[in-house]
């Protein structure tokens, strides 16, 4: 935020492995460039636009009912997730997103091999590919930062790094706002779970 608007338009129009190239790497750049100059970036600054982006991600998630779009919030809403620890602990902040890239593309991947990209059809795609829906529902399981699965570390170290550097209201603040994100991977968990009969 507020730097974003273009990306759920474009990811929509876009192929899942193109949408899987805009969501991972091409945020590497940025985010490099963020790390090389932490040290002299404004912490207020970045924790507002940080609270912004997981706030714009998980309100506009909501409502969608096209999976690229659902995709493309979610990740600005982890952006915010990185930006917002970046001056305190840059370490941690790549490690977020290494985590996110590596969810992130079991998602996209598991999503073209299924060839889903409406909710609806992902409501039966459970008969042609039964064990990818198993995975998909872990990861997107993981991606909502559930624990015990591999995406609750990165949010539990970066709220405990918040927490030490006496931002407890951001700590609790972004961790409010991410259980609007929870709500839209757990609509998309059920819906690739629930048994609807093939049309």
Do not use: D
Not at 18 to 35: H, V
Not at 137 to 151: D, K, Q, R, Y
């Amino acid at each position: 935020v507020p730097f974003h608007f273009w990306f759920p338009e474009v990811l929509q129009g876009s192929s899942l492995t193109t949408g899987l190239l805009l969501s991972t790497a091409m945020k590497f750049p940025p985010l490099t460039l963020l790390f090389l100059t932490s040290h002299s970036l404004n912490p207020t600054l970045l924790t507002l636009m940080a609270i912004l982006s997981a706030a714009v991600g998980g309100w506009m998630g909501l409502n969608q009912t096209q999976i690229r779009k659902i995709l493309a919030f979610s990740s600005i809403s982890h952006l915010g997730w990185m930006a917002i620890i970046i001056t305190f602990n840059p370490k941690l902040s790549m490690l977020n997103f290494y985590l996110y890239a590596l969810m992130t593309a079991a998602v996209f991947l598991t999503l073209n091999t299924m060839k889903t990209l409406k909710l609806s059809t992902l409501m039966t795609a459970w008969t042609k590919t039964p064990s990818l829906n198993a995975i998909l529902l872990l990861t997107l399981l993981s991606l909502a930062g559930l624990p015990p699965l591999t995406g609750f570390l990165p949010k539990w170290l970066i709220i405990q790094e918040l927490t030490k550097q006496e931002m407890a209201l951001a700590a609790m603040t972004i961790s409010l706002l991410s259980l609007l994100s929870l709500f839209f991977y757990l609509r998309l968990a059920y819906c690739a779970t629930i048994t609807l009969p093939p049309h």
